[in-house]
């Protein structure tokens, strides 16, 4: 007797747990949909705005330094060399900016049983993704059509460069998910301790020609190493042996782990602040 109740309650248990799969999912794409439409309008134009947008500021600053930049470090072309640089930089970005404001973004929303931060965070990841992969897509495609770049372009580094920026973007925009709605104050430090990225992540130089001891400290700096695996991956002479991707994928799944942790502890506190 005492199997079959158990039987019987897992039998009943079993489709709640599929009834809140399945509101997870709706929800998600729920949210997704109220992105696309409050950020760029309630038109497929609106989204389309969303992806000519970065292609058209990172063309315009491509074409900007091209001009004072003739001679790249490495390669013939400077317009495919900042870009292999500034795609995955404005990624990482766009991404981990968007993920940081999920709470206050969804925080009406979140009143409701219905919509958990889970779905709020898992809704701007998969959104802002597919967005910066045409935007990477269109950038590199234009570019190499029009412009004698004399490179080699491999998908699959290409591809793991993209995945190492989504990787340290998550990270960084869950920790500061929490941090952010913790700590008001939070958003204003770090606005001014990222300003420098710009400038120490490999968008105008080489890592190998960074003089010691700077190298060193440039090291842990997760965006040299996406940066220099996309460089990797279209100058096939380029070697860049520094580049470590267990370095940040250890990062950024760090991260993720601790910033999910403080979200599940303390989300509630934070809804009600």
Same mark, same amino acid.
């Given at each position: 007797m005492p199997s079959t109740s158990t039987s019987a309650q897992e039998d009943l248990l079993r489709p709640v747990h599929k009834q809140r799969s399945f509101a997870s999912?709706?929800?998600?794409?729920?949210?997704?949909l109220r992105e696309m439409s409050t950020t760029n309008g309630r038109t497929a134009?609106?989204?389309?705005?969303?992806?000519?947008?970065?292609? =058209?500021?990172?063309?315009l600053l491509t074409m900007i330094f091209s001009v004072g930049f003739r001679s790249p470090p490495?390669?013939?072309?400077?317009?495919?060399?900042?870009?292999?640089?500034?795609?995955?930089?404005?990624a990482y970005m766009s991404i981990s900016g968007k993920v940081a404001m999920s709470i206050q973004y969804s925080k009406a929303l979140l009143a409701y049983p219905?919509?958990?931060?889970?779905?709020?965070l898992l809704a701007r990841i998969i959104f802002n993704s597919v967005t910066q992969?045409?935007?990477?897509?269109?950038?590199?495609?234009?570019?190499?059509?029009t412009q004698e770049t004399r490179t080699d372009p491999q998908?699959?580094?290409?591809?793991?460069s993209m995945l190492m920026a989504f990787t340290t973007a998550v990270g960084i925009g869950v920790i500061n998910c929490f941090l952010f709605a913790a700590f008001a104050w939070w958003q204003f430090v770090w606005s001014i301790l990222t300003r420098p990225l710009f400038l120490i992540s =490999?968008?105008?130089?080489?890592?190998?020609?960074?003089?010691?001891?700077?190298?060193d400290y440039l090291w842990f700096n997760p965006l040299i190493h996406v940066v220099g695996q996309m460089r990797?991956?279209?100058?096939?002479?380029?070697?860049?042996?520094?580049?470590?991707?267990?370095?940040?994928?250890?990062? =950024?799944?760090?991260?993720?782990?601790?910033g999910l942790a403080l979200l599940i502890r303390y989300h509630r506190d934070l809804l009600h602040s």
């Open positions: 999912v709706r929800a998600i794409g729920a949210l997704i134009h609106g989204y389309l705005w969303a992806v000519a947008e970065p292609v =058209g500021g990172i063309i490495i390669g013939t072309n400077f317009a495919i060399f900042y870009a292999t640089g500034l795609v995955p930089f404005m219905a919509v958990t931060f889970m779905d709020a992969i045409l935007v990477a897509y269109l950038i590199f495609t234009g570019v190499y059509l998908i699959t580094g290409i591809a793991l =490999g968008l105008f130089f080489i890592f190998d020609n960074v003089p010691q001891p700077f190298q990797k991956s279209f100058y096939p002479s380029y070697v860049g042996d520094y580049v470590s991707p267990i370095y940040v994928f250890g990062l =950024g799944l760090t991260l993720i782990a601790l």
